[in-house]
């Protein structure tokens, strides 16, 4: 099966883990900016984390075969830090016109409070200025309120639904989409604080693939860069029609970042 992982962050993993996706059929990852575990001194932090994703771990990437391509932004969690946060936000539309940068992102809420409200708002008009696709990162705590929120700036912004991504749904939020067919889902499938395999599972079988993402958000907590490949094998074993399997993922993530112009993996 022919995959693309919509949302992982290669910077934290091993030459290991790369080869074990390209084994499993991953062809081409994004990576969204995120946070590296420690709080940031100044805004030069930042030019070296985006210069390296754009330079060392594209070349990392591409010696396994796989294409990866990045989603710069401030994320939630650092947004709180001011003024380093305005300052990133300074400089993100020039790094968004940089090649191998598909969009904005993530973004969203971490602790919902009102600088992370107030950098979100900063970035999603940057990214509607520029019309490219938005990573969105739903609260782990209180994620139905955070999401509801969400839903509200993005329609309060005007973004385009078809160019968000609102990751990190679970059963309690994806009711909350009926409202809103173009807009993108993701589904985090990563042990422990995520859904599992098999809750990933039953709610693409419940709500069925259209305008789905799948991806591992592996990261540098206990987490699985071949999450995505397990899914697309729990999804065989229950007899989901392979068709739709390659739409979930394989066609939908290169149908989401084909928006951009700058997505140059093609299928
Ligand atoms: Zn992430």
New binding site residues.
Partial sequence: MRIIEP???CYSRTTDDYEKMTLAGIEAVIE?A?WLGGPRTSVGTFVDYFEHLLGFERQRAASYGIAHFSTLSV?PKEANTRPVADQVVELLPQFLKRDGVVGLG?VGFDRITSDEDDILRKQLRIAKELNCPV?I?SPHQHKKIGTERLLTIINEEKLDHNLVDL?HCTEETMPMFARYPRMWRGL?VYPITKLSVERAANIVQQYGVDHLLVNS?A?WGVSDPLSVPRVVRELERRGVARDQIEQLVFRNPLEFYSQSPKFTFKG
Wanted: hydrophobic share 25%; no cysteine.
């Fill in positions: 949302h992982i962050h969204p995120f994320n993530e990573v990162h990751d985090t958000s990261d």
